[in-house]
């Protein structure tokens, strides 16, 4: 099975939202609601943000939202903060997508 | 709280073998399935296997198949990867992570470096 296929980067100022894309197949995302999202801070490990295409894990805020609409998912932040520059990486059960850097201007 | 806690990376050569331990703490280990997750140095993540809350049911990603071994024992809430025949593409952080059934890595540990070099 080959990785979801993500931007490999996006980038927004601080107040902006942006959207990051995770395309797969009718085998993966588009035949099931299962899609998470990980962010990853340099050195750190993944954490969970989104789960399920669109439920957020108690903790995370909710700047954060999943959606999903044929073979793709997209994760959206909004209202930008500095501390959401991070890598974030796509999953659909087992296969992950290549990672996107996010970048605060 | 939730607290994964890996250990037993290092340097070894190709060809070699080593075992990875994750230590849980903060849930109840035996209700949980786990998994193992990798990350070659600046690269992606790369899921490498899940073992069932029992135990009873294993996956293997093809690039390790045959050559790691994933165990658990639920009285020491500890999670294991052993790893044989190691080759240089294994080298990364191993991550060990709880999973949200069927396929949420809910919790992550902090990681373990295997390093695999002559």
């Known amino acids: 099975q080959s990785a979801l296929t993500q931007p490999a980067s996006v980038s927004g100022s601080p107040g902006q939202s942006i959207t990051i894309s995770c395309t797969g197949t009718?085998?993966?995302?588009?035949?099931?609601?299962?899609v998470s999202w990980y962010q990853q801070h340099p050195g750190k490990a993944p954490k969970l943000m989104i789960y399920e295409v669109s439920n957020r894990p108690s903790g995370v805020s909710n700047r954060f939202s999943g959606s999903k609409s044929g073979n793709t998912a997209s994760l959206t932040i909004s209202g930008l903060q500095a501390e959401d520059e991070a890598d974030y990486y796509c999953?659909?059960?087992?296969?992950f997508g290549g990672g996107t850097k996010l970048t605060v201007l | 709280q939730v607290q994964l806690v890996e250990s037993g990376g290092g340097l070894v050569k190709p060809g070699g073998s080593l075992r990875l331990s994750c230590a849980a703490s903060?849930?109840?280990?035996?209700?949980?399935?786990m998994s193992w997750i990798r990350q070659a140095p600046g690269k992606g993540l790369e899921w490498v296997s899940y073992?069932?809350?029992?135990?009873?049911?294993?996956y293997y990603a093809d690039s390790v198949k045959g050559r790691f071994t994933i165990s658990r024992d639920n009285a020491k809430n500890s999670l294991y990867l052993q790893m044989n025949s190691l080759r240089a593409e294994d080298t990364a952080v191993y991550y060990c992570?709880?999973?949200?059934?069927?396929?949420?890595?809910?919790?992550w540990g902090q990681g373990t470096l295997v390093t695999v070099s002559s």
């Open positions: 073992i069932s809350s029992s135990g009873s049911t294993i």
């Open positions: 903060g849930f109840t280990f035996s209700d949980y399935y």
């Open positions: 009718s085998s993966d995302v588009g035949g099931y609601n299962y």
């Open positions: 992570a709880s999973v949200l059934y069927p396929d949420t890595f809910q919790h």
């Open positions: 999953s659909s059960y087992t296969i």
